[in-house]
């Protein structure tokens, strides 16, 4: 995790970078915390990649807190991370705050109805976010009625 530490002080106040591809580099929770800190600062950073991390519900609740407060990204991509339904929870929470987020990838994790839930209830006051991906969770009819419902109020 030291390479993250590094990496991360280096973005924190870095404003040239704009795009950031971690996928696979099993950065972990630690990892993740590292890294949010940094984009508390950081107003370059656009795009951030982080699919195939493993960075689980402790990783998406630092990443939540950044997302808060965070004024540049615009893509995020969580893919594959094991992000359950706290995690979503807490991202959720932060999609209520956050105005820059467009795009957001939650492919391939541990998302249930109940993280759809959190979820949908974000999406009802956040007019930002134009692309969202939900392949391969456990969503079943009832989580997709949560998101249906909050789609027509999504305005």
Do not use: P, W
Request: overall charge neutral; hydrophobic content about 40%; proline content about 0%.
């Amino acid at each position: 995790m030291e390479g993250m530490q590094y990496l991360a002080n280096a973005i924190e106040n870095n404003t040239t970078l704009t795009t950031l591809n971690l996928e696979g580099s099993c950065i972990h929770a630690e990892g993740t915390q590292y890294l949010a800190q940094a984009l508390q600062n950081n107003t370059s950073l656009t795009v951030l990649n982080l699919k195939s991390n493993l960075i689980s519900t402790e990783g998406a609740q630092h990443l939540a807190k950044a997302l808060k407060t965070n004024k540049s990204l615009i893509t995020l991509d969580l893919a594959r991370n094991n992000i359950n339904e706290q995690g979503v929870r807490c991202l959720a929470s932060a999609l209520e705050k956050n105005t820059t987020l467009m795009t957001l990838d939650f492919g391939y994790n541990s998302i249930d109805d109940k993280g759809i839930q959190h979820l949908a209830n974000a999406l009802k006051n956040n007019i930002t976010l134009t692309t969202l991906s939900l392949y391969h969770n456990r969503i079943s009819l009832q989580g997709a009625l949560y998101l249906a419902n909050a789609l027509q109020h999504n305005k």
